[in-house]
């Protein structure tokens, strides 16, 4: 396989006010500031040495227009290129120096309509991992992973694991044994992105990666001294499925952040994918809550690589578009 | 005044089953068991010097026997018949030697209907604080408070405050400044009990003090691992009121236990009691989560103290029986 | 007994530097700052309802003016007057109005020859223990102890225990069973002062109560994230004494003060005191480390109360001056 | 390059005392115990799916029979092999069958004299991550890395750099610019395995990964009540190097055992190794502790791993042996 990718590497998200991103995701959460200009907002966590992780674009609508993957060379990104054409995918190449602090980057609409992109190059800049005066909030560590809507999981499944080299840690069966959910990694986490069931394609979050548990709860507290608590969606709580420490807030154009901390290594080949039927209680949140309908039914829309107009969404494969349980 | 109260003392529960008693008290939470018959268990917290806070005896219908506070002296106990009497209460007296490890106690339904014990002496025990090879589940250090639901809070206010020296730490008002639920304290913490406007005299719950946030999240968990998702009702989360990181579980008799952590002194005269109304979102949870119907309409019965049958229940003097919001 | 003490209420302290103390209190520990003025800096925990609890004066020489206690009541003010009086100590007046923000305070150099402070009033200011946004450092929430330098323990321990009402919770004690230290209470924790047999008399140390043990590893990488690393003098640990977690740090001018977490409710008049061996190698730190020799040797000087003059220090009356042991 | 390491795989620890090393391993650490026979004790952690990555023999003297790396496939070992004999090193193959649980391996002493083992194959196990009912200690997590003392680290960096496929995380350099010591990864964490100037081959310690840093404190307050604090030897602390929180402590026959938390992901090529000067405080603990002389000099034996005899220690080459600094 050629094209090899490393990791989740940045979002790209469109929110229409600045003032509200900037409190929200840097005076609350507690991301780094890179830079800004009056339309864009550079983000990065606290461990991190390439400029942004998390890149907001100020526009009249919220979307999502890009989430990208980092890969190791610039020659990965011809390879991924041509396997695209391959595979009937319309590639676009944005060229270094239309973007800030990011070498060329690879764009498509991938199997799914996710507008993804790839890049090999990112600026360096200081990393402030050991600024622990600099510290607040939920104190973001790093980028973890994007979970995506989809109509077809095992299609997304299949492209992710046979074309792109990503290996499945666990995921989620149908009682037929379909795919509802899968959970695929490149770097040895649980994942750098897990595709669900659901209207798509849509985002449903990025996470962030937290260093303890306590930060997570440091987090409510903070959101909540902030005025933020109608944004604290989900948690905190346990996932079964991927043993992490969750919890869901909503930016203020709604777009969904999981603060993560607490899942576990995936190096060996002969680690075992984990499978959870869909109507285990502890499949989602481990001590028996359930989610709230929001979790399950909203998410971010995606734009197209080419148009930057909305992508439509579709209704699902699987019908079930919810776990069902009783506690 | 005479007859001066320390602070919560123990709690007589009865439970239907040992062995489930046994697995989730000791095994889950991580109580140490003093000592055991077949008909009576007696618990207590990794710092308690004292024989037990919680003694569960074993019968055929789940109620509680009574909830008791310590006082200083055995002369405080007749202080305390005395006032008794002149109030037009009915106590009673159970002689040492009658129960385990415990001195001579009064026992009387209060202005509230509640089966109030109090005592002066107890039995010393090892403390095992230091014992952390011990340590499991939510570490639970020490018994906190009762709370309880009450016809008539204000009445039990007063009664409180002005007959057994109690202060107010936290209180919740309605839009009519009625005092719908009110958190007093004998020891310089936020409460010893508190009275809640329901359906009573019930008890809501017993409050056991946790020495850290992460052994209320590993309660969480062993709970999970041990099967008793379905008995965690509520949280964790962080109280507005009182600002305690907190777990209410159900034990297997429906029982609830509340694990706490994180309030704060009292000591001080000048203290001012703090005013939540109630339908502020952040009185409850500070992050805005809503407690579950169950949490407000289930409590346990409470018996009466000289023929051990259940209290009858009578509807509220205030209507507003749980709060209402919109996040 | 009249004059009844609820706690430890402030410390006053000379300093010689504004910048490098503001530094290091308010933006590396995240001590609140409720008001300055060019020489007086007045600073309180997170929970603190009362206008300070550590009094910065900016001098020349770096000493302590005063530990102060909380009293009920003005008229406990004059108890202890006449209490001193009859004791043969000379107490001074300091009159409402006199100092910023407190009422009439009563001073006096107490038995062991420290300038002890007593106050019934203090301005109230807004609690900001839900300003979760404020956190930083080392989160501190309240002020909790005092501890001493005497030149004789068991003087002090029997001055407090039988004329202020102090009850003791643990003790160090000498082969020869000799009080080598003592920890004594006023409020129902394991002391609002302790005795240290060493030079004096001088402070050793102020404590303050932190909400969890992850704020003070937190307040170790601040610290050393700002360079006060060659501040850090002793710790994180456990005690064995107390059961606090803990960490002693040094200010710009060499005083010290804990940061502490961890101890246990003492309320009960049946709580046998806990005897320590001097040379027990857990008394100290629980895990087995070794104090620094500074941790015994240094302390602040004590001023006297009338003359603004530093206080003689005098040998111990016990030869030991420090634990030896050999793990 | 062929030969492909995925991780640290495990560790084969000679020890004299089974009873000794179970109470301190499983009881204390809280290490899973996947299986024992007279003479072999094999562990792992809590969220490991492989067998076992620490396995202790029963032997009359103390010593280190193989550190070893996992590789993708058994082919991987036949490239290992062939390099081994192109370099000049004389590996020994012990074939599947010969040792319990675990497929072929290769051993060689490596370039600097250590006895390193690779395989491809190890048992698979129940991973009992979320049996949160069965944690205590330390909660082990998972093996992380091997630190040794080595003759000649710079000769070492470049043989795992050039030859094995290692990246350099971070790294200390003296004041001529030579290469003190430094930490090599193959999964994307701070280190796979590290080398430090001083008398070698030895092996430091091993490293184990906790999920937590209030699972390093729990650690310390257990290993003390089980009467383990004289094996405490350093920490808790974070180390600069690395960041990671840190507890280092010795086992019945004074192995090392490294705890540690909180280190970050090294998956990109763009990534600078971190140049920590062999003088700066803050490299070795951030808060400015000096580490123990213990710490500098003691280590395990290492044995050769076709005679099983031990293999002679010689002086490194860099003269200074330990960091020295004034704080």
């Not at 507690?30 to 830079?35: A, K, M, Q, R, V």
């Not at 980092?70 to 190449?93: F, N």
């Not at 959870?276 to 809550?289: K, L, Q, S």
Request: aromatic share 12%; net charge negative.
């Amino acid at each position: 396989m050629s094209g090899e990718i490393i990791r989740t590497g940045r979002a790209v998200l469109h929110v229409t006010d600045f003032e509200k991103a900037k409190d929200f995701y840097v005076e609350s959460l507690g991301f780094i500031e890179t830079e800004s200009t009056e339309t864009e907002m550079y983000l990065r966590g606290l461990e991190e040495h390439n400029h942004h992780s998390l890149l907001l674009k100020k526009k009249k609508e919220a979307a999502i227009e890009a989430i990208s993957y980092k890969v190791y060379t610039d020659s990965d990104l011809d390879a991924l290129h041509e396997q695209c054409l391959v595979e009937g995918l319309e590639p676009i190449w944005i060229e270094k120096g239309a973007q800030q602090a990011i070498g060329r980057t690879l764009r498509v609409q991938d199997v799914s309509g996710l507008p993804v992109e790839y890049y090999a190059e990112m600026d360096g800049v200081e990393r402030l991992l050991q600024r622990y005066d600099l510290y607040k909030g939920a104190r973001v560590q790093r980028i973890d992973h994007f979970n995506c809507m989809v109509r077809d999981v095992e299609k997304a499944y299949a492209f992710y694991t046979e074309k792109l080299g990503f290996a499945c840690s666990e995921y989620t069966a149908t009682e037929e044994e379909r795919v509802w959910a899968a959970w695929l990694h490149r770097k040895p986490s649980v994942h750098d992105v897990a595709f669900m069931n659901g209207k798509g394609p849509r985002l449903h979050h990025v996470g962030f990666w937290l260093s303890d548990p306590l930060a997570l709860i440091h987090a409510c507290d903070v959101l909540a001294a902030k005025g933020y608590s109608p944004s604290i969606e989900r948690g905190p709580g346990r996932h079964g499925l991927s043993n992490a420490f969750f919890l869901y807030v909503r930016d203020p154009d709604g777009h969904r952040i999981e603060l993560y901390n607490g899942d576990y290594l995936t190096s060996d080949p002969d680690f075992k994918p984990i499978r959870w039927g869909i109507n285990d209680p502890m499949r989602g949140t481990f001590w028996g809550h359930e989610a709230p309908d929001s979790w399950f039914n909203e998410a971010s829309i995606v734009l197209d690589v080419k148009t930057q107009k909305p992508v439509e969404v579709n209704t699902p494969v699987l019908k079930q578009g919810k776990p069902q349980f009783v506690i």
